[in-house]
């Protein structure tokens, strides 16, 4: 408690200083915490304590104990005939290697007096002869006085003793001689994986040497519709490597390799070397359609993750759609158009979004959302793309309208000159969140009609990429969302300025590697994770490289994902759910509320927002991957080296070198014999690329070499 004087500011007033005067009590008695009752002094030991099992620590624990004791049951008859039958092989050999008299042998063999030794070793191999057959006519003779004596119930007793033996004898050890190491640490997986078999999948797969083994960090565990387990690999081992021969582990364990699942374990609990392994007990993507979470909502926030399927193990997977952009490409009738719905169904169900649709199929798959869509077009005409452009060049200027009013913001709004939550709902300052999606982009990115911009000459599909460009780069840090889906994922569809702004991919099934690097990124094959190779029968199923600028992609390089089901009769629901959200709010606009007409823009302004992105190309030219990924690291030196080793191209872009090889002969380079300087400065001859060839192939792409 305190006192205040109330004479205080009068002696301030007249230039006197004193301090205020505080009343307080002394407390010598500082609080103890309470006892523990003799109850949880008991527990905590007992959850700490290692003496105590840890199958009667836990429920789960004890569960997993059950299930490995059945299993042992189970399998008992078999392990003992088994390891009898070890056993007695082990017996005979090592009886052969001493009745040969093999180390006495080998001794004068590596003293070289083998010859010296002859009469010695064959005497003592007779001996040796002898005394095998004597023991065997006295066990002999003995089994036949005890038979006499106690009848055939002592034999079986004895022939159980000497099987016991031969079982003991014949058991598998760790490192002993003759025998196969197994796992270090736990003695089994589990009573359905046996550990014998996942060291030797990881050496037929090359992940390990022959002479090394895993170490188990948690006991296998049955967990959902599969087996998981986590192990370290030895020193300099990488998880990187078992993901990216995902496929040859697979193999190994003679299961599909959708089937699974290899994951680096990150965080706190994790390190370089230590893997997560799923397998699936069965196709983890067939069954029935899995239905959208979303259709049981009344509404969403934009701001959340948006459901968009599940993985392997049934998680469910989100997409974080705003600060990014996403690109989906398949063959046709793969499930892209639904899986371009489930991000858009979020939007259209947050009554503050602002959608811009644009279906270049020009049917009725996205009709129903021209009742929600500030913008729409639908159709795959000239005119359409037409449309198309002067929507985006409103779009382009409304970018650089909101950084304008985005200036004036006082930091407690607009802390990070970033969009928020706050900002995006306020409607005075009017920048909702707005979305550009655009099915069968292609149509309007391959339109070939001529059109002079900027003063340079290029095309209306080509102008149409450089607005989304803009869009997708400048766009996401004042709600701009770009949402591209094409049947045709190749390099002259998705110019490459396009596809590096696009920071979330999704690949459900294409025709080949290339294709699949063009939607999920380059390289991502030499990682494990190839969307061609994705089975026709699943439909929906596809490889999600989300951003990594997200929450979504911070911990996550790609996964395969089974998308979410949305039929037509359920996407007209949500369309006609958002339409009466915008109606209760009085945020329904544009082309839903009978508005189409354009706002006027300043056409100078939005070229020159585009040329100072170095959005707008002339003519522009697409080298391959990896040939523009070796050009790109060689700069100024194409010029003035005449070799570059292929090993130092395979370190420098961390590509797999078989793959590298491939990929670069395809592009018209193939390796040849040169002489280059190794680290201790001698010249070598090895393999790689003469500077001359890089520069011939690029121009036959349309480079400049």
Known sequence: MSTYDESLPAQRQSGAVESAVFDAELIDDVPQAPSLTRWQRFMNWWQRS????????????AKNALLRLAGLLLWSPWWFVSAVGRGAVAVFRTWRKWVRVHDYREAAEQSEKLADKFIEIRELTLFRWKVTGMTVVAVATAGAVVYLLYGGRALWIAAAVVGLGMAVFGRRKDGAPGRTPTLSGPRSLTWMMDPQMLVDAFRDAKLIGKDESLRLVERASHDGAGWAVTVDLPATRKAADVIKNREALASALAVDELQLIAERVRGRGG??????????????????PLQFPLLDVERWDAWQPIPFGRDARSRRVDMQLVWTSLLIGAIPRQGKTFATRLPAAGLI??????????????????EAAANVAHRFVCGDEIEHAERIRGHLVELVAEVQARYARMSTLDDDLCPESKITPAISQDRDLGMPITAVIIDEVQVYLENPVREDVGGKKSTLGAYIADLLTYLARKGPAVGIVVILATQRPDSNTIPSRLRAVLGSRFALRVMDWRDSNIVLGEQITTRGFDASTLLPGHKGVGILRPDADTDTGADMIAKTVRTYFMANPDWRTICERGRALRQEAGTLTGHAAGDDEQRAVDPAAVLKALSNGAAIEEEAVTIPEPLASVLDYLGDDLDDREFVPTAELVAALDVEPTMFGRQMGECGCQPRR?????????????????TAGLRTAAAEHGGDG
């Open 50 to 61: 290692r003496h105590v099992p840890l199958a009667l620590k836990s429920r789960h624990a």
């Open 271 to 288: 390190h370089a070397g230590r893997v997560f392994l799923w397998v699936a007990d069965s196709d983890p993507y067939a069954g029935p």
């Open 349 to 366: 169900l947050d009554p503050h979004a602002r959608l811009y649709v644009f279906d270049g199929k020009g049917g009725k798959d996205w």
């Open 674 to 690: 040169g002489r280059a300087a190794s680290e201790d400065g001698t010249i070598r001859q090895v393999r790689g690329y003469y």
